[in-house]
């Protein structure tokens, strides 16, 4: 596609429930990352790929949080047993060698 | 202390004026440094990239002061389109492709 995509693009989740979140990113950049950005914050790194090698997840805030990008293209990040504190926008963005960062429009997860 | 440090404002203009803002880094070794600029509900968008030797894009300069570790952006003869929010962009140093935002300075531009 033309740019990242991200899906869905809202999800209200019960406190306890897992959730999963897609991103699809531009096709043929190598670099996939994954920021969560509460109200009024800038984005806060979760993780980062380099195709299918999840290189870095100094950012993952607990073990509840896991990232995939098994084929180095479409990534998921999944959340389990969400919390409130959970509740943020999720971006995904991605990116060639050196090069400007596209980001996706989000997914906003808000935790009842 | 956070790697990258703004004043979260906001910053409130009338058309047509200049405004500058600041911004800090913690890690010296750090690579590339950029400003991004995001819209109420929307993703960043990259507004440009900062050099070493300082570059301008239109109404836009952006400078960067490494022996201060200080980068910044200066707006002139600013637009109401200008009101957004305006992410400062750190490529710490070993940090692969790594970007690392601040927490952003909101400026709002009247008529």
């Known amino acids: 596609g033309a740019g990242v995509s991200q899906s869905p693009r809202y999800k209200v989740a019960k406190r306890g429930q897992d959730v999963a979140l897609r991103c699809d990113p531009i096709?043929?950049?190598?670099?996939l990352f994954w920021y969560q950005q509460a109200l009024g914050q800038g984005p806060e790194f979760l993780t980062y790929?380099?195709?299918?090698?999840?290189?870095?997840k100094s950012g993952l805030p607990s073990d509840r949080f896991f990232a995939e990008r098994p084929e180095g293209s479409v990534s998921t990040l999944k959340i389990q047993r969400t919390q409130q504190e959970d509740s943020a926008v999720y971006l995904c963005?991605?990116?060639?060698?050196?090069?400007?960062?596209?980001f996706g429009q989000g997914t906003r997860l808000t935790v009842v | 202390r956070k790697e990258v440090e703004q004043d979260p404002g906001p910053f409130n203009v009338p058309e047509g004026a200049t405004v500058a803002f600041n911004c800090t880094y913690s890690?010296?070794?750090?690579?590339?440094f950029f400003w991004y600029r995001q819209d109420c509900r929307k993703e960043p968008k990259l507004l440009m990239s900062?050099?070493?030797s300082g570059n301008e894009d239109g109404r836009f300069t952006a400078q960067l002061n490494r022996a201060s570790q200080y980068i910044s952006l200066l707006i002139r003869d600013s637009k109401l389109s200008d009101s957004a929010t305006y992410l400062c962009?750190?490529?710490?140093?070993?940090?692969?492709?790594?970007?690392?935002f601040g927490a952003g300075t909101r400026l709002a531009v009247h008529p």
């Open positions: 963005a991605s990116r060639r060698q050196n090069t400007e960062a596209f």
């Open positions: 096709s043929g950049h190598v670099s």
């Open positions: 790929f380099q195709n299918e090698a999840q290189l870095d």
């Open positions: 890690n010296s070794a750090s690579q590339s």
């Open positions: 900062v050099y070493s």
């Open positions: 962009v750190v490529n710490p140093v070993g940090g692969y492709n790594k970007l690392i």
